[in-house]
């Protein structure tokens, strides 16, 4: 999902920090790169985190302010959709686990997004 904010003179360098220390206090190795005006924010889960996927977060310079997009959702919406077509196969498993995983990435979203809100 997207989400912007309205802020003049937001440093998308200190906001990747901010975003990256996030992931890291909730038990991520972190790593980012940077193209035009898109820093890219890839967090990798440890045993210690409350997903076991990878997340991948945009964030991007906008007029007036900056916007964040959480990538993995989509993702995940396509494997559920996936087991639900393969159900009559064996694919059931496959349609919890992504409801699992796209339970905890929904809660972690709301939790970045109040934490990028304080900003």
């Known amino acids: 999902m997207r989400y912007e904010w309205r802020r003049e003179n937001v440093n998308l360098e200190e906001l990747d920090k901010h ?9 991520f190795i972190t790593r980012s790169s940077r193209e035009a005006n898109i820093i890219e924010v890839v967090a990798i889960p440890t045993e210690a985190s409350p997903v076991g ?22 993702r995940i919406d396509s494997s559920i ?6 159900s009559f196969l064996g694919g059931g498993s496959l349609v919890l686990r ?9 809660i972690l979203e709301k939790e970045l997004v109040h934490w990028v809100d304080n900003f």
């Open 19 to 27: 975003v990256q220390s996030f992931f890291i206090q909730n038990g």
């Open 98 to 106: 992504g409801v699992k995983v796209k339970d905890r990435l929904e």
């Open 53 to 74: 996927e990878k997340i991948r977060v945009e964030l991007e310079k906008i007029e007036r302010g900056f916007a964040l997009e959480i990538m993995n959702l989509k």
């Open 81 to 86: 959709l996936g087991g639900l077509l393969s």
